[in-house]
């Protein structure tokens, strides 16, 4: 696709304009409180199969991170006590690397009606209105992941249940210089037509 398509709706220019900006091209300044409340607005507009609402985010910013990278890192190495330093290390620094560092989760209903599966995917289905919202109002946004994810005990510092889910770190803050877009591939081979055989 090319890189602008000048008569689209403002909307779904910007959605397909969307790139991650890796933490080493984050900088200050982090989203306001109100921009950071646009964007969890966004994402309470995925679609949600009987009002689950299984959107979570825990915002973590300033001395803080710094305070929870030292948490995750000794709450790594209890969990993965075959971790070698250097990773441990890896996750200590992890929510300094950008001015704002969001846990995404998701609270799961077990036990109801819809399956786990539709609650999980309503919940990424917020995360990417989230990272969408944050791009559009300017700022960057990089979707990580590590097994610190898995471990209930940064979970349950985090405020979520046994039974909930986190679903990645997001680092935001603004973009260093322009920021790239990488092309991407063409749709066609993405979309396929079933007809009546
Ligand atoms: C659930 C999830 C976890 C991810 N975890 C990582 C990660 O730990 N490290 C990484 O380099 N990219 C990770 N990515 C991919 C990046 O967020 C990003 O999508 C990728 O670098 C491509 O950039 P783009 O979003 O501009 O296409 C993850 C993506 C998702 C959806």
């Known amino acids: 696709m090319p890189d602008s398509l000048p008569k689209l709706p403002p909307g779904l220019a910007a959605l397909l304009a969307r790139a991650s900006v ?37 915002a973590i910013s300033g001395d803080d991170r710094a305070a929870f990278g030292d948490f995750l890192a000794e709450a790594m190495a209890r969990f993965r006590p075959d971790f070698p330093p250097d990773r441990i290390e890896k996750e200590r620094m992890r929510p300094s690397r950008a001015p704002l560092f969001i846990v995404a989760g998701a609270s ?28 559009a109002q300017g700022f960057g946004a990089f979707w990580a992941s590590s097994p610190g994810l898995e471990n209930p005990e940064v979970k ?9 889910m986190l679903l990645g770190w997001i680092m935001v803050g603004t973009p260093t210089a322009e920021r790239t877009r990488p092309m991407r591939p063409e749709p066609d081979a993405f979309l396929r037509r079933w007809t009546k055989p």
């Open 22 to 58: 890796g933490p080493q091209r984050l900088t200050e300044p982090a989203p306001s409180d109100e921009a950071l409340r646009l964007a969890v607005a966004a994402a309470l507009r995925a679609p949600d199969h009987a009002g689950v609402k299984p959107w979570r985010f825990v």
């Open 108 to 135: 799961i209903r077990h036990g109801f009606k819809i399956p786990v599966w539709e609650q999980q995917a309503s919940a990424a289905a917020g995360v990417m209105n989230f990272l969408n919202a944050l791009d």
């Open 156 to 164: 349950k510092a985090l405020g979520f249940e046994e039974g909930d």
